[in-house]
């Protein structure tokens, strides 16, 4: 019942060792650091290494790193394979985009192709951006970020050791602390999903067979493959939403386990 594969479909997920040998579906989360801590990263160029503002836009493209200037750029919808780069008549293809004004701190940060990172993005170490996923301006990834293919981490919006499946989106306004996003789910502006108990212990899973102990003292929500939530909602910590689930706008998930196809109004 609470095994990753109720949850996601892993098929075309790059990182699905992740959750390989499971009791349950938050144990991803138990191993993203040692995850993220063992693998290679590509070498970020002297220009990315100040911990401050790119003062240019580099180009990645097979595995080296390019000064964008003198490249033309078509800054379509990465999501979409809109996002082009030619240097002259040649179409670079799958070259991603960090454009000037992002910062990146430290040496474990990972581009896949076709991905597009817009001023005013902080990244820290670790992170992996999987192929055609778009940063928006002002989001912070904060460390331990495992993003997928065709994910949008958007304006303002803040990771903290959390993992995004194919194709999810927190497109606006929102948070997101030690949680995991299914395929295909998407986050009205301004979800919060929080990681947190007042009270000390570790968070405990309430299931129609009784509590869990996840074990984690910071554990914020796991939505399944297709959840959808409103604007302005928020997630307990512990909070487990089964797949097609939706969480109306402007309203509080309970912690614990809610089955698939849920509406929390």
Not at 1 to 11: N, R, V
Not at 81 to 109: Q, W
Not at 148 to 160: A, F, L, N, P, Q
Request: charged share 20%.
């Amino acid at each position: 019942m609470l095994k990753p594969d109720s949850f996601f479909d892993l098929s075309l997920f790059a990182h699905g060792e992740i959750f390989s040998s499971a009791e349950y579906v938050w144990d991803g989360l138990k191993k993203l650091k040692s995850y993220m801590d063992n693998r290679n990263y590509p070498a970020l160029p002297d220009v990315a290494k100040k911990n401050e503002p790119l003062l240019k836009t580099l180009v990645f493209h097979d595995n080296t790193f390019l000064d964008g200037h003198g490249l033309t750029i078509d800054y379509g919808d990465a999501t979409k394979g809109k996002l082009k780069v030619f240097r002259g008549n040649e179409l670079l293809e799958g070259a991603s985009v960090i454009m000037a004004g992002a910062v990146l701190v430290g040496d474990k940060i990972q581009f896949g192709k076709g991905v597009k990172v817009e001023p005013g993005v902080f990244i820290a170490s670790p992170t992996i951006i999987g192929d055609m996923t778009e940063i928006r301006q002002g989001a912070y990834l904060r460390g331990y970020c495992l993003i997928g293919r065709r994910c949008v981490v958007g304006h303002v919006t803040e990771v903290k050791h959390s993992i995004f499946l194919n194709d999810a989106k927190a497109g606006h306004f929102a948070y997101l602390g030690d949680s995991i996003l299914g395929n295909e789910v998407n986050l009205g502006a301004g979800t919060k999903l929080a990681n947190l108990r007042f009270t000390p212990g570790n968070v405990k899973i309430r299931t129609p067979d009784g509590p869990v102990d996840s074990g984690l003292r910071k554990f914020g929500a796991i939505l399944a493959d297709f959840v959808q939530t409103g604007c302005n909602s928020v997630t307990n910590p512990g909070t487990i939403l089964g797949k097609k689930s939706l969480l109306l706008p402007n309203t509080t998930a309970p912690s614990g386990l809610h089955e698939k196809n849920s509406l929390i109004r």
